[in-house]
Structure formats: structure tokens, C-alpha cells
């Protein structure tokens, strides 16, 4: 008799995978579709009511691995050090700038996740 069972890792409880019932004989191929689904607003954001999700719409942050239909996930709760990869306002225009020690910066928010699409 065979039974698994995983260790929460930081996660909602509502996130988790069950613990599987004992099973006799061969396993249904289908018994995958009993798992819950990972919630990526779960697994992704901190604080929802300061995360926000922007899509870019080109090319000028290739720099920082950041490309065209990319989806920034920006946390405006988070408060920047250097290193961290922001958002900012600059010129009254958006920016993502990797925050440096001593410089000054419009910061917007922080950026915490990229989702990107690795269709081409």
C-alpha cells in the first residue's frame, strides 16, 4: 500500500497537493486530474492590492532579459534596493532599471516575476 504525501513549502494551503488515497491494483491513468491546479496569483503575488501586471510593448529593455510581450509582475508595496530590477519613472516615460547604490530614482515599483513566451 502506497502513500504520498508533500511538505507545504510557503504556499496557501489551497495550493498544496492532496494526500492520495491507498490504492490497491494498477493506478488509473487519469488520477493526474485530481491534483489541484497551481494558482499562479497564489505562487506570484505577495500583496494584490499593490501588484500590478505590465505587458511590454517593445524591445528597449533587452538589456535586462526583458523583451517585447513580456509581462512584468510589479510589486509597488516593495521597497527598492540596489539590484533589484524596478520600474521607473523617468521623463514622465516607464523604465526598467536595475537600482544602483547612490542614485536617485522615481521608483514606480519593483519588479518580482517576468513571464515571458517562449513561442516563436
Known amino acids: 500500500m502506497n502513500k504520498y504525501v508533500v511538505q507545504p513549502v510557503?504556499?496557501?494551503?489551497?495550493n498544496f497537493r492532496v494526500r492520495r488515497p491507498a490504492q490497491t491494483g494498477f493506478s488509473s491513468p487519469a488520477t493526474?486530474?485530481?491534483e489541484p491546479r497551481i494558482d499562479l496569483n497564489d505562487a506570484l503575488i505577495r500583496n494584490k492590492n499593490s501588484?500590478?501586471?505590465v505587458r511590454l510593448a517593445d524591445d528597449g529593455f533587452s538589456a535586462f532579459n526583458v523583451h517585447k510581450n513580456d509581462v512584468l509582475i510589479v510589486d509597488k508595496s516593495i521597497e527598492?534596493?540596489?539590484?533589484?530590477?524596478a520600474l521607473i519613472v523617468?521623463?514622465?516615460e516607464?523604465?526598467?532599471?536595475?537600482?544602483?547604490e547612490?542614485?536617485?530614482?522615481?521608483?514606480?515599483?519593483?519588479?518580482?516575476?517576468i513571464i515571458k513566451?517562449?513561442?516563436a
Do not use: C, D
Open 10 to 14: 510557503k504556499r496557501p494551503a489551497s
Open 32 to 34: 493526474h486530474y485530481t
Open 51 to 53: 501588484t500590478f501586471y
Open 80 to 85: 527598492g534596493r540596489p539590484g533589484h530590477l
Open 90 to 92: 523617468s521623463e514622465g
Open 94 to 100: 516607464f523604465r526598467v532599471e536595475r537600482l544602483k
Open 102 to 113: 547612490q542614485t536617485t530614482y522615481e521608483i514606480w515599483g519593483v519588479i518580482t516575476h
Open 117 to 119: 513566451s517562449v513561442l
